[in-house]
């Protein structure tokens, strides 16, 4: 279990947890980590029947669990007992001798509305075909999984026995490994798929697509649409033109469409020839294919595209159709691979209707080289109304001052897998409304989160995960001081904070003593505050490992005055110490955290202030 100090959570008051519904005590119980479920359902009578309904109300059985289960002199077991408490349940690794213990499972729970399990083909027959799925027709999510198969599995026959599930509204038919190569779905197996389950909102389809031909084309426009689906996900590595335009006329419901293929197999580089050809046959191979059409995804809302699919198919379509009929996107998810294909929607958007719109945008670089081109802040600069913003750019520079600039509304900002700098501090430091701001495993340095605390005076949340700061003081004196002088935060999130590939395991935390949350927007206000003689705030937490009442557990300990005291004297001379305890071989660190009591021996790997005007909560985790 992995618990974190919380500041300024009171106590519960325990009258008003007897007072609790069992609904209300089960869903805070979703929130709570398994063991502590656990622990929670022995606190008194009133708590056990709503924590066993979480407890078991999710449960993975592997082959072991089900040679328990299904043993005549185990029907007493746990599971047994609790079986009318399990609605989701996920079978794994079965084995075709295991596979007659299937209707043992059936009879057992009867209340499931959600299965997942792995299609095999082993003594010739499919799992499929060994379930009575009238006993299972509660069933409203369906996830089946088909993995090292080599005989083709007919889709049709496998839908037709579904088919007595009035209520499944959601499944998932996927390839996890690539293994079940010689199973493909034609558009007549989704055109099944719909006549045998007519009520499905959700469909994900991992596996590979049979290409549409030209005779079938005339048939597409015939085909009877499904209105109730709203989302559809097809991972697939196969995608053109006319499955997008089976994909239009089947769902003109659809408010959230994925197209995403294996990335691994994305190896077909971009280049600019290729992109040559590509703009002289785009009008011919891309815009004449939905001249027919009276709509193109009325309701879609948002999409996650791929730039280019395996087979050479490129997303720009999308945005070429949304022009010509207007749609409009809010929510927007694009894969990136290489720098050129970042030109290619550049050039694409800045022609299209769909950035005046767009709201909330994720971008995912793979293999690119933008720091070469500057492309990515090109492609920000298109979209001037978003609201929330996510990069995800493997070895990318970010230049925060320029997102900023660019989207001046935005109020959620979050970057992973890259580095983060400043350009211009300068001319850029003027107020911005950035409420929220997530950054995880990057490299980022102290100037830039002065800055932010500068200009987006506003911000409550800020999260921090698996950073790594770059400063030079910090071998002088050890310490690495974040100061954002005017950000009073709701919540601050820390975790793994690392500087020259160590983890930091001290954290202070200092703010202005007795200060409330109303905004100071004037640099001399809050200076005036500390010169008037008002007293600073200061916390001191070592993130360390604790054996109270023998039950390992990671905590943030909370060191006393006299320990603060010591810690401030160690960082006034810090280079002879850590120097001298080099040398010691019982004071160098092993892996993972140490236990309370040594919380000595990680000063010498440096400590982080954190200096606020004001914070609420904050969170300090391993």
Same mark, same amino acid.
């Given at each position: 279990?992995?618990?974190?100090?919380?500041?300024?959570?009171?106590?519960?008051?325990?009258?008003?947890?007897?007072?609790?519904?069992?609904?209300?005590?089960?869903?805070?119980?979703?929130?709570?980590?398994?063991?502590?479920?656990?622990?929670?359902?022995?606190?008194?009578?009133?708590?056990?029947?709503?924590?066993?309904?979480?407890?078991?109300?999710?449960?993975?059985?592997?082959?072991?669990?089900?040679?328990?289960?299904?043993?005549?002199?185990?029907?007493?077991?746990?599971?047994?007992?609790?079986?009318?408490?399990?609605?989701?349940?996920?079978?794994?690794?079965?084995?075709?001798?295991?596979?007659?213990?299937?209707?043992?499972?059936?009879?057992?729970?009867?209340?499931?509305?959600?299965?997942?399990?792995?299609?095999?083909?082993?003594?010739?027959?499919?799992?499929?075909?060994?379930?009575?799925?009238?006993?299972?027709?509660?069933?409203?999510?369906?996830?089946?999984?088909?993995?090292?198969?080599?005989?083709?599995?007919?889709?049709?026959?496998?839908?037709?026995?579904?088919?007595?599930?009035?209520?499944?509204?959601?499944?998932?038919?996927?390839?996890?490994?690539?293994?079940?190569?010689?199973?493909?779905?034609?558009?007549?197996?989704?055109?099944?798929?719909?006549?045998?389950?007519?009520?499905?909102?959700?469909?994900?389809?991992?596996?590979?697509?049979?290409?549409?031909?030209?005779?079938?084309?005339?048939?597409?426009?015939?085909?009877?649409?499904?209105?109730?689906?709203?989302?559809?996900?097809?991972?697939?590595?196969?995608?053109?033109?006319?499955?997008?335009?089976?994909?239009?006329?089947?769902?003109?419901?659809?408010?959230?469409?994925?197209?995403?293929?294996?990335?691994?197999?994305?190896?077909?580089?971009?280049?600019?020839?290729?992109?040559?050809?590509?703009?002289?046959?785009?009008?011919?191979?891309?815009?004449?294919?939905?001249?027919?059409?009276?709509?193109?995804?009325?309701?879609?809302?948002?999409?996650?595209?791929?730039?280019?699919?395996?087979?050479?198919?490129?997303?720009?379509?999308?945005?070429?159709?949304?022009?010509?009929?207007?749609?409009?996107?809010?929510?927007?998810?694009?894969?990136?691979?290489?720098?050129?294909?970042?030109?290619?929607?550049?050039?694409?958007?800045?022609?299209? /209707?769909?950035? *005046?719109? #767009? @709201?909330?945008?994720? $971008?995912?670089?793979?293999? &690119? +080289? %933008?720091?070469?081109? !500057?492309? =990515?802040?090109?492609?920000?600069?298109?979209?001037?109304?978003?609201?929330?913003?996510?990069?995800?750019?493997?070895?990318?520079?970010?230049?925060?001052?320029?997102?900023?600039?660019?989207?001046?509304?935005?109020?959620?900002?979050?970057?992973?897998?890259?580095?983060?700098?400043?350009?211009?501090?300068?001319?850029?430091?003027?107020?911005?409304?950035?409420?929220?701001?997530?950054?995880?495993?990057?490299?980022?340095?102290?100037?830039?989160?002065?800055?932010?605390?500068?200009?987006? /005076?506003?911000? *409550?949340? #800020? @999260?921090?995960?698996? $950073?790594?700061?770059?400063? &030079? +003081? %910090?071998?002088?004196? !050890?310490? =690495?001081?974040?100061?954002?002088?005017?950000?009073?935060?709701?919540?601050?999130?820390?975790?793994?904070?690392?500087?020259?590939?160590?983890?930091?395991?001290?954290?202070?935390?200092?703010?202005?003593?007795?200060?409330?949350?109303?905004?100071?927007?004037?640099?001399?206000?809050?200076?005036?505050?500390?010169?008037?003689?008002?007293?600073?705030?200061?916390?001191?937490?070592?993130?360390?490992?604790?054996?109270?009442?023998?039950?390992?557990?990671?905590?943030?300990?909370?060191?006393? /005055?006299?320990?603060?005291?010591?810690?401030?004297?160690?960082?006034?001379?810090?280079?002879?110490?850590?120097?001298?305890?080099?040398?010691?071989?019982?004071?160098?660190?092993?892996?993972?955290?140490?236990?309370?009591?040594?919380?000595?021996?990680?000063?010498?790997?440096?400590?982080?202030?954190?200096?606020?005007?004001?914070?609420?909560?904050?969170?300090?985790?391993?």
């Amino acid at each position: 279990m992995t618990s974190f100090y919380i500041k300024g959570l009171e106590c519960l008051d325990i009258k008003m947890a007897e007072k609790l519904s069992p609904n209300l005590i089960s869903y805070i119980a979703t929130f709570i980590p398994k063991a502590d479920q656990i622990s929670c359902s022995i606190v008194c009578k009133k708590w056990t029947q709503p924590l066993l309904n979480v407890i078991w109300s999710k449960i993975i059985l592997s082959q072991r669990d089900i040679d328990n289960i299904c043993n005549k002199y185990g029907q007493a077991n746990n599971y047994w007992k609790n079986s009318h408490r399990v609605w989701a349940l996920t079978l794994t690794n079965l084995p075709s001798n295991r596979a007659i213990f299937l209707p043992i499972l059936q009879q057992m729970f009867r209340r499931l509305s959600y299965l997942e399990y792995t299609e095999v083909y082993q003594d010739k027959r499919w799992i499929v075909d060994s379930l009575n799925w009238n006993l299972w027709n509660s069933l409203t999510y369906l996830n089946v999984t088909l993995e090292y198969v080599d005989k083709s599995l007919v889709l049709m026959e496998m839908f037709e026995k579904l088919s007595v599930l009035r209520r499944l509204s959601n499944i998932t038919i996927e390839d996890a490994r690539n293994t079940a190569k010689n199973t493909t779905v034609s558009w007549l197996d989704i055109e099944s798929l719909h006549q045998y389950l007519p009520r499905l909102k959700y469909l994900k389809v991992g596996l590979i697509l049979t290409p549409i031909t030209d005779a079938d084309v005339e048939l597409l426009h015939c085909i009877p649409p499904a209105y109730t689906l709203t989302r559809a996900e097809y991972s697939t590595r196969y995608m053109d033109d006319i499955w997008v335009l089976y994909l239009s006329l089947k769902y003109p419901s659809l408010q959230t469409l994925r197209l995403a293929p294996y990335y691994t197999d994305c190896t077909t580089p971009t280049t600019t020839e290729s992109i040559r050809l590509y703009e002289k046959e785009k009008p011919i191979s891309s815009i004449h294919t939905f001249l027919t059409l009276n709509k193109f995804f009325p309701n879609l809302t948002r999409a996650d595209l791929c730039w280019k699919s395996p087979n050479g198919w490129k997303s720009s379509v999308f945005y070429d159709v949304f022009s010509k009929f207007g749609t409009s996107l809010v929510h927007l998810n694009v894969y990136l691979h290489e720098s050129l294909d970042i030109q290619l929607l550049n050039s694409t958007i800045d022609k299209s /209707r769909i950035s *005046k719109g #767009l @709201k909330i945008m994720t $971008l995912f670089v793979y293999k &690119s +080289s %933008f720091s070469k081109c !500057g492309n =990515l802040a090109f492609t920000i600069s298109l979209y001037p109304y978003l609201a929330e913003l996510n990069i995800n750019a493997i070895h990318t520079p970010i230049e925060i001052n320029n997102i900023l600039v660019h989207c001046p509304v935005l109020q959620k900002l979050g970057i992973e897998n890259s580095s983060v700098y400043l350009d211009n501090l300068s001319t850029h430091t003027y107020p911005h409304c950035l409420k929220k701001l997530n950054l995880a495993h990057l490299e980022v340095s102290t100037q830039v989160l002065n800055y932010i605390s500068i200009c987006c /005076r506003g911000l *409550k949340t #800020l @999260k921090m995960s698996f $950073l790594k700061f770059s400063d &030079s +003081s %910090f071998e002088e004196n !050890g310490q =690495l001081l974040v100061d954002m002088p005017f950000t009073q935060l709701d919540t601050l999130t820390v975790r793994e904070i690392l500087f020259d590939k160590h983890p930091i395991h001290h954290f202070a935390i200092e703010q202005l003593k007795g200060l409330t949350s109303s905004l100071t927007t004037n640099h001399k206000e809050l200076t005036q505050h500390i010169s008037m003689g008002e007293e600073l705030k200061f916390s001191w937490y070592h993130l360390c490992q604790d054996k109270t009442n023998r039950k390992l557990r990671s905590i943030a300990w909370g060191l006393s /005055r006299r320990d603060i005291e010591f810690a401030k004297r160690y960082y006034r001379d810090f280079g002879r110490r850590r120097r001298r305890e080099k040398k010691r071989k019982d004071m160098r660190r092993s892996n993972g955290l140490v236990l309370r009591r040594f919380w000595k021996r990680d000063l010498q790997y440096g400590m982080i202030l954190f200096r606020f005007r004001f914070i609420k909560d904050y969170y300090i985790t391993p």
